[in-house]
């Protein structure tokens, strides 16, 4: 069955709320373009709105246009895709800006901006890590580079999936976390998504000075507040005048996201962002290249919708996490402190325990049951056995404990997840009566563990089982 075909039988057969519906399906598209989360069939699938201008799908596969207009690039068919998003389990996606001044010379683009943006929907909340552009660090088949580059390198070199998928591959192995998803949006998308929302209000913290598109149009903005449009937004959250340069330059970019979801949330924003639809596809289609799929925008954009401001925690890796050094050709570099930017990386995504909307009515250990994790028992105690006893619970339980040995002495437990396993997680977490501070992160999809269960001298007076 066709998508739109699907739609249709999910909505309600009262016309009101089928148009309410839709517009909350614009409304996420808008919110969507924020995160990165759009995509070139999300923005077709704005036919239901009958606009003008939108390609519609023919059978055989090919299109035809009701009037001119440039669609958005599609992704290397010959590229795997992701496995589809299980709206479930946590998602990330990384957000690139490229560098205007490589466009305006003719030559392949770096990245300006680079966001990852994390997305736990058990618990309604999410993360940003802001990436300086001179991070020094290995980019994959390209040995050490500015982050950067990473872009570059993917599309000068024709690699698989070229820029976007190795900047997503470099940013990987610096943070240690899996990127399911990738948005590349270019400048002019960006101004004109902010003009057609008819500007955003920004609290300027200290007077700064800001550089426009073009030259001869210095602009000094006071401190206060500010509305600007969209080549002001541009060039307030590129500026690089201040004492903290690109570190600064990271947070303005955090302000400006947060004032195009303030504004686009605000009340009033609705009828416009419902008149304007079919400007603003026309305006920026060209502009966004991502690999998510229809169905899989349409569950994230409307996640975004859900998420409180103050459930979204905003990172950036500053001169804390960083070391300022040069590199072997005399570029200006900062060097990564790994073990410093790991723990600011858990602090985004330590995962809370709450259960998500799947789980309501059901019984967690079933499933988590389900889940099938391996689980690692390792005992930390000061008491002999311990795992063993432990490992016999679970699996009598019924979950899938693989191994029980020993681990450096704890006073206190934790988990450890390699994998998504949300209800193991959450399971195994009320069950040590853990909170987010003990349960770290660290991707490796070549694990055969999906978690490991440390145990300390307190799990002796929790566990359930003599």
Not at 337 to 342: A, C, E, S, V, W
């Amino acid at each position: 069955m066709r998508f739109f075909e699907k739609l249709k039988t999910w909505l309600p057969r009262k016309r009101s709320t089928r148009i309410m519906l839709l517009i909350m399906c614009v409304s996420a598209i808008i919110l969507a373009i924020v995160g990165g989360i759009f995509t070139s069939n999300f923005v077709s699938s704005m036919t239901m709105l009958n606009l003008p201008g939108a390609p519609v799908p023919q059978q055989g596969g090919e299109t035809t246009e009701k009037t001119e207009t440039t669609a958005l690039p599609l992704v290397d068919s010959s590229i795997p895709m992701p496995d589809p998003w299980d709206g479930v389990s946590r998602v990330n996606l990384l957000f690139m800006g490229l560098d205007y001044r490589d466009w305006e010379a003719g030559e392949l683009p770096r990245t300006d901006t680079m966001i990852l943006f994390t997305l736990d929907p058990l618990n309604n909340t999410a993360g940003i890590i802001s990436i300086p552009r001179d991070l020094w660090v290995n980019v994959p088949g390209f040995d050490y580079n500015k982050i950067n580059t990473a872009y570059y390198l993917g599309e000068a070199y024709k690699m698989p999936g070229g820029g976007p998928e190795m900047a997503k591959r470099t940013v990987e192995e610096l943070l240690g976390v899996p990127i399911h998803y990738y948005a590349q949006v270019d400048f002019q998308a960006f101004i004109t998504l902010i003009d057609q929302i008819g500007g955003i209000t920004i609290d300027v913290p200290e007077e700064i000075k800001i550089d426009p598109l073009g030259k001869h149009n210095t602009v000094i903005l006071p401190a206060g507040e500010a509305t600007l449009n969209g080549e002001l937004a541009l060039a307030y959250a590129r500026a690089r005048s201040t004492e903290g340069g690109d570190f600064d330059r990271s947070k303005r970019q955090q302000q400006v996201i947060f004032a195009i979801r303030d504004k686009v949330m605000s009340l009033n924003m609705m009828p416009t962002l419902v008149a304007n639809a079919n400007s603003i596809y026309n305006s920026i289609s060209s502009g966004i290249r991502t690999n998510l799929s229809l169905e899989e925008a349409i569950k994230l954009g409307l996640k975004v919708l859900e998420i409180p401001s103050d459930s979204i925690n905003q990172v950036v890796i500053t001169g804390e996490y960083v070391i300022m050094a040069r590199s072997p050709n005399g570029l200006d570099i900062l060097k990564p402190i790994p073990d410093k930017i790991r723990l600011l990386r858990d602090e985004v995504f330590s995962s809370g325990v709450a259960v998500g909307p799947a789980a309501l009515g059901k019984d967690i250990l079933e499933l988590a049951v389900l889940e099938d994790a391996s689980i690692s028992v390792r005992n930390g105690s000061s008491i002999s056995g311990l795992a063993a006893s432990t490992a016999e619970y679970l699996r009598n339980q019924g979950l899938n404990v693989v191994e029980e040995t020993n681990a450096d002495y704890t006073v206190y437990s934790s988990l450890v997840m390699y994998n998504a396993k949300p209800y193991t997680l959450k399971y195994l977490a009320d069950l040590m009566q853990l909170k987010s501070a003990s349960i770290t992160s660290r991707y490796d999809p070549a694990s055969p563990i999906h978690v490991i269960m440390i145990l300390g001298d307190d799990w002796s007076s929790i566990k359930p089982f003599p």
